[in-house]
């Protein structure tokens, strides 16, 4: 046994026969993404709406105060308690809202690639108990991976790896959240370094030009505004308002991206499995 294996011993590792290579997912969804833009974006900005939601919230942050009490530059014209709970509230609806949009873009996806092979479950995702069970998905999924990166970086990729499928398999799969978390370990299970390659490159390339494009349209000149207003967080929440709008029209724009990634990789795993 030599100690650095072969080519042809190391090359199903990443490249299993039947799996598209990263290249060529990345040519996939980026040719899915254009050619159904209109309708997954008729889901994807409902996210307006949450957003919308968080306003009141940051607005109170912006007046000094905060779930935590009032900091030092507060102004004494709300009603703290009644504000708060109006934004708690707020921030529960906002969360609500992004759950069904992301729920339903996985739905959509799923239904549009089903014409090509996929599982064509469009309509689950609208109902109570799908969106109870991707909701606690998404909550089990993020602790675990946040948990990751907080204690080493490694860890938090190994996470996010194993964990990719349970928002699709969730929803497009019909069962519950631990199920599906199970589901995707499984399915994850002697593919990972075929799939964490494919995830480590697409979603790298997807999130370089998107935050690139976020640095450049948004957080430089929010940088710049503060300076300009004299670090004042009240004329900063006013005047930054167009910023904001813009940040989130480029989480609107590329959510469907991530997820249609997500889908596709998920279904293209699951042919190798059958």
Known sequence: ????????????????????????????????????????????????VGFLLTLPGMLLTARGITPFGSIEYAKPDWSEPIALAFVA????????????????????????????????????????????QYLAVVILTGFVVSAGFTLFFIPGLIAVVYLQFAEPIVILEKTNAFEAIKRSLRMIHGRFLAAGWRTLVVNGVFALATGSLAILT????????????????????????????????????????????????????KKLRS
């Open 218 to 269: 948004v957080q430089l000149p929010l940088v710049a505004l503060r300076a300009s207003t004299q670090y004042d967080p009240e004329k900063v929440f006013y005047m930054a308002a167009p910023l904001r709008l813009v940040a989130w029209l480029i989480s609107a724009l590329t959510l469907p991206l991530f997820l249609s990634f997500q889908v596709t990789l998920y279904q293209e795993m």
């Open 1 to 48: 046994m030599t100690l650095f294996p072969k080519k042809t011993e190391i090359e199903p590792l990443f490249n299993p026969a039947g799996l598209p290579t990263a290249g060529g997912l990345l040519h996939l969804v980026w040719k899915f993404y254009l050619e159904h833009f209109r309708s997954l974006m008729r889901i994807s900005l409902l996210t307006l």
């Open 89 to 132: 509230l707020g921030s529960l609806a906002a969360v609500l809202v992004t759950t069904y949009v992301r729920a339903a873009l996985i739905d959509r996806i799923a239904d549009t690639l089903g014409k090509h092979g996929g599982d064509g479950s469009r309509g689950h995702s609208r109902t109570l108990p799908a969106l109870v």
